[in-house]
């Protein structure tokens, strides 16, 4: 399903936000609690914002059902990239039911077989980042089309890109506000909020897959080995592409 496209004046939304005042709002907002966020951003930006919900990862869930309870209306996206897990549809479908979301799916512009006929079998294998921009990047990038802001479920503690994400950014990549709002939080407290408040969560968790992206692309991992280890093994990349701008870190990594 694909958005009607609006203009957003990229630039004006740009002269709204400066970054002395992303900065400013960002430490405001640093160490509150993620529904004082996700508060903030509604008022600030309703109905020109989005969240993105993977159904892959305990944070993006988590923020969901904190989402809901504030905004019921809240509008959720995902990317469909046509291969993802089984259990990440399982999941949509669950959380379709229990919180009456609407989720927009995203996809590329190629079908898996004109990506094929274009770039060759099996393009994961030999040029992910291709493959993740054709996937991913793109069709995030027209997730965003007609918002002003974007919520996301990054935390610091995921790795070395991660670290510097700051409660609200610029993104520059895709030219509009985004907010993390647990940013702050580590992985034990997204677990501890999915357990209290019974968040229906990816089952693949629960057989050794702590971070999950497309399956050709997502190993299982040993317990206690690094969450992010499980991806894209035996290449360099870490991330996706859709996060690779905010932080100073995530830019020199882009
Ligand atoms: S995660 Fe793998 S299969 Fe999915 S879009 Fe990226 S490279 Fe392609």
Redesign the pocket.
Known sequence: MTKAISAIDREALRRAWPQERLERVSQDLEGRPPQEVLAWAFKEFSPRITLACSFGGISGMALLDMAVKINPAVRVFYLD?D?LFPETYQLRDEAIRRYGIRPEGFKSLLTTKEQAQKHGEA??GRD?DL??QL??VEPNGRAMASEEAWIAGLRRDQGETRKSVGIVEWDSQFQLVKINPLATWTEAQVWDYIIKNQVPYNTLHDRGYPSL??Y??TKAVAPGADSRSGR?VGFEKTE?GIHTSGSPEAEKAS
């Open positions: 990239t291969y393009l994961w992910p493959c993740c996937r991913k992206g497309c050709p692309c894209w996706c």
